[in-house]
């Protein structure tokens, strides 16, 4: 099922390169377009979906939390206690903040429940030792289970020429990082690389796709020869009491695209959504990914029914929302310049549920009414001896 949706409050700051962040019936978006404001401090919003209107809600954070900043083009992995279990924690890695620097920082949110049930988000950053990956935006993170254990791993991506080749002409200049795989266990923030001779290019904006203790990587672009790889790479696991181990096979594939959105419709269930076939050519078909033990299948699936904007739109990007829907948006024409927002956006689902249903706002009993930003003046309410109200007050 294919809807286009309303632009509401706040969605002018959507931008390519968001990401989003499902726990539960709850999705929070993060990467903003520019830099949070006073009004606004936080730059992770509450995604509101009723009756086909999308609006961004404000999110408050816990006083421990660090500062995030609203990255663009992260990885981005959610991290649940048990294989298959509830989604606890998910974990951001890299990404470019909007002065376009890029970040080498991994963080760690938790969704917290107060007392009278209303919610904040908890960020912290982990420290990490040893192979630490590189600065990089574009690639990817999954998190595999094997022998009880748990390990991230980190592949491809794009980061800025080193420092000492970089000169006033070419300083924005963005090279493939090393075809590394870098395994952290996050326990005791340990880093390990591995050069697997199977890996051959750094690829960015892939796919990636996680079952146990085995990772697919799909597609991607290699910036070193302009390449969109037709293979499928399996990357292994292994964490033994000692030394772990990491292997990779190259299953061959037709399938060769860039930036694409991936939705999980059940445990061993997947489809792959848009992207591009080559640089000026957007990919309108979708495949079913069926994962089990030992096999992977691909196969195309009924696409749907493209609108005219979609088709002739020469962009898209979006993100997964889980539950099999994807948000993606395209750019609006000049025939069509809205002064509110410069994109259309659409909920694309594959799954049972109505995602409507899955984004409702911690004030859905009680409207929330769209208020202009607040003015600098108006942001804080005192009481009478000074103190800043705090959220439960």
Partial sequence: ??????????TSLIQPGFSLLHFGSHVFYLGQKGWPK???????????????DLKLRPTTFTNDSCYLPPLRHPAVCSFSASQGGEITQYLIHGGKTPNNEISHKLYIMTMVFTVNKRFSLCCTEKDLAGDVPEARYGHSMNVVFSRGKTAVVIFGGRSYLPLNQRTTENWNNVIDCEPLVYLIDLQFGCSTSFNLRELQDGLSFHVSLARNDTVYIFGGHSLGNNFRPPNVYKIKVDLPLGSPAVSCTVINSKLSFSSSIV????PDEFVIVGGYESDSQKRLICNGVF?????????????PDWTGEIKHSKTWFGADMGKGAVLFGIPVDNKHQSTDCSFFFYVLNFGDNDPALQTCSQGSTEEQEDSMPLEDSEEFTFNRDG???????
Wanted: some cysteine; charged content about 25%.
């Fill in 387 to 393: 103190n800043i109200f705090d959220e439960d007050t």
């Fill in 1 to 10: 099922a294919l809807q286009i949706v309303t632009p509401g409050s706040n």
């Fill in 291 to 303: 994962l089990d033990d030992e096999t992977i299948d691909i196969q195309e699936i009924e696409t």
């Fill in 263 to 266: 939705t999980q419709t059940s």
């Fill in 38 to 52: 006073r009004s606004c401090p936080t730059g992770v919003f509450l995604l509101d979906l009723k009756n086909n």
